[in-house]
């Protein structure tokens, strides 16, 4: 009983690692009046059964009903005193009990194109580029200079003598790591992209397309992709040769990159290719943008 939150935030009851489901996605409140579930104006949408619906308008369901998000699928049934599944219209007819589910992605998308992947590389690198320059700034102003009356060997060893100028290079070179590592860990750890993928519509999701990925394992996609840059971007354009589009860090790390409109297309497909047709009251014609109230909705527990 009461409402509970599906959504990719963890503060949500239901929480979905998954690429296309919003921070905040639906809402589903199950009452002694029956079961409503209200999309809480997510980006991607939520369809039952094959209509879309309204954000912020609450939609009964009925047992058996499936709602999508539109890349995981949940299946709405009803259970018995004792925490069993009922058959649909039985007199206490339970499904035989096959353990514990949860909602899983229906979707598997190929990897993004190698085109696709190098030039999100190419953007990433130059937006680092420049706020590495803009980060090196105040070092350069602070370069003392080398002595004019001394060759360029003398000259470098009287500076590495300067031991202020010494310790401000080595805090601006330190400051230049952590840059690096915040740049890669926070955009596939906690955003699921680089500004370069976002640019482009890329995601980078787990072996279970969970997203985002979390920065344990961005960390260790970014060691992957710092070895898979020596010598020459080697590891990198493995992505060309590979038929899954796959460079040495995803393989590392257990990760891929997707484009959204793939994954996006392929759960419409799904859900338009299923079996199962509209059930109960609810419903006009598919492709409708909203879906009816129904006029009883059986309770459930």
Not at 55 to 82: K, N
Not at 83 to 101: C, K, M, R
Not at 252 to 275: F, N, Y
Request: aromatic share 8%; charged share 20%.
């Amino acid at each position: 009983m009461g409402e509970n939150t599906v959504g990719r935030s963890p503060r949500c009851d239901v929480c979905l690692q998954t690429v296309t489901v919003s921070r905040q996605h639906l809402k589903i409140h199950v009452s002694p009046e029956g079961v409503t579930v209200t999309d809480l104006g997510s980006r991607n949408g939520t369809w039952l059964n094959r209509l879309r619906l309204k954000p912020g308008t609450p939609t009964p369901v009925t047992p058996r009903d499936r709602i999508f998000l539109p890349a995981v699928e949940l299946r709405v049934v009803e259970l018995d005193g004792d925490g069993h599944e009922l058959e649909p219209g039985s007199a206490g007819t339970t499904v035989p009990d096959q353990g514990p589910t949860r909602p899983q992605p229906f979707v598997r998308c190929p990897s993004a194109g190698a085109a696709r992947r190098l030039t999100a590389t190419f953007i990433d690198m130059a937006v680092f580029l420049m706020l590495s320059a803009i980060l090196a700034i105040p070092a350069w102003l602070g370069f003392p200079g080398l002595p004019e009356d001394r060759n360029l060997v003398e000259g470098l060893t009287t500076l590495t003598g300067d031991h202020q100028w010494m310790m401000f290079l080595g805090t601006t070179l330190l400051a230049w790591i952590l840059l690096w590592f915040l740049y890669f860990i926070l955009g596939w750890g906690l955003f699921g992209a680089t500004p370069g993928q976002f640019l482009l519509g890329l995601r980078v999701v787990d072996y279970r397309f969970r997203y985002p990925i979390g920065p344990s394992r961005a960390f260790l996609r970014l060691v992957a992709y710092c070895i898979g840059s020596v010598p020459f971007m080697a590891g990198h354009l493995l992505v060309i040769g590979r038929s899954d589009n796959r460079a040495l860090h995803d393989m590392l790390a257990g990760t891929r990159v997707i484009r959204m409109i793939d994954i996006m297309d392929e759960g419409a497909r799904r859900r338009d290719e299923s079996e199962e047709e509209p059930t109960g009251d609810s419903g006009e014609s598919p492709g409708s943008d909203t879906v009816e109230e129904t006029a009883e909705v059986p309770c459930f527990r």
